[in-house]
């Protein structure tokens, strides 16, 4: 981050004797009489330091999970109609999925890039992220770190007083997603836990708009769970030499290359499994859904076919397209199979 400092001596009574200038804000403080100090704060948004943000969290990928939250929340609205008496639609309840969909995952990733600055910067492959290159301070991170995490807890307010379970779970949701930054440090389950972070969009969006259990939302968030470690223990194959040689927990540098992919694949099956069982106990799905299971069985394929682990653009190809694909095709589908039932 850009930083100019001006100080100045006076027997003014009124001198500036420090003023900090950074890309963001400009802070002045000023002496009017000993003892007596008045500190004036500017601020004034950047629209290059907000871009860099939006890439520490890697933003786009917010992708990922959102549609799985999103088509979760329309299953539950689907049966609140049913219902009898039926449970009324509220905005408010949408604008508080996407509120917090957005403001937990930027907490997680945040949080994830100040943990691992250090990781990153002995890394080939990440020493170019914004910490270790210093686009972005340490401080600054963990500030919009907790700025995120603020940011959820107030979305979860959005709920009530409907429902108090969103705001009662807020903090140990965040312990846990937040947790995720440290378990490649102890466990090979590192993937898995990302995936069980995942796991709670579906599950989360779910509860907040029906508090009632159902396997419905079980099932999805598991198919999430093994989805997202699937593609997690693909994407590290990148870091294999490297997290062996600094002794990093993950599938790959335990298994190596080829186990790791067949691990990668299993997983994927059980994700697929998963999804056979939603419209299974879900009347309102219909054989477009089934389709699409199938549809997403075919992709998956195609992912696991041109992966070449040491071809690095097509791990990244498979990490984001083909994974945004899956997602938002059933998010549609899914909308689609409802709105037809209900037509």
């Known amino acids: 981050m850009n930083r100019n400092f001006a100080e100045q001596s006076s027997k003014d009574k009124n001198a500036t004797i420090r003023t900090e200038v950074t890309d963001r804000a400009e802070f002045s403080f000023k002496i009017n009489k000993p003892g007596n100090y008045d500190v004036h704060i500017s601020y004034s948004a950047n629209p290059n330091m907000i871009r860099k943000y939006l890439e520490l969290i890697r933003f786009s990928h917010t992708l990922f999970a959102m549609p799985f939250a999103i088509l979760s929340a329309i299953m539950a609205w689907e049966i609140n109609r049913q219902s009898d008496p039926p449970i009324d639609f509220r905005l408010l309840d949408l604008l508080g999925i996407l509120f917090c969909m957005v403001f937990a995952r930027s907490a997680a990733m945040a949080f994830n890039r100040w943990a691992d600055q250090n990781i990153d910067a002995e890394n080939p492959r990440t020493v170019r992220r914004h910490i270790p290159a210093g686009n972005i301070s340490s401080r600054h991170a963990l500030f919009f770190t907790l700025f995120c995490a603020v940011g959820f807890i107030a979305g979860t307010t959005l709920f009530l007083p409907k429902n108090f379970i969103p705001i009662i779970a807020s903090i140990p949701v965040l312990f846990f997603l937040c947790g995720y930054s ?28 029906r508090p009632v259990f159902s396997v419905v939302p079980v099932f999805l968030g598991l198919a999430v769970l093994f989805w997202t470690a699937g593609f997690d223990v693909v994407y590290s194959l990148q870091d294999e030499q490297f997290d062996r040689k600094k002794r990093l927990f993950s599938v790959p540098a335990k298994f190596g290359t080829r186990s790791a992919l067949r691990i990668a694949a299993a997983s994927h099956v059980i994700m697929l499994l998963f999804l056979f069982l939603i419209p299974l106990n879900y009347p309102a799905f219909g054989m477009l859904t089934w389709g699409t299971i199938a549809f997403i069985g075919v992709i998956l394929l195609i992912e696991h076919w041109i992966v070449n682990p040491h071809d690095p653009s097509r791990i990244n190809f498979v990490f984001f397209w083909l994974n945004i694909i899956i997602s938002l095709v059933l998010l549609l589908v899914g909308t689609i199979d409802i709105w037809l039932i209900r037509a």
């Open 182 to 209: 440290f378990a490649k440090r102890f466990t090979i389950l590192a993937h898995w836990w990302l995936g069980a972070a995942l796991m709670l969009a579906p599950i989360a969006a779910w509860i907040a708009i």
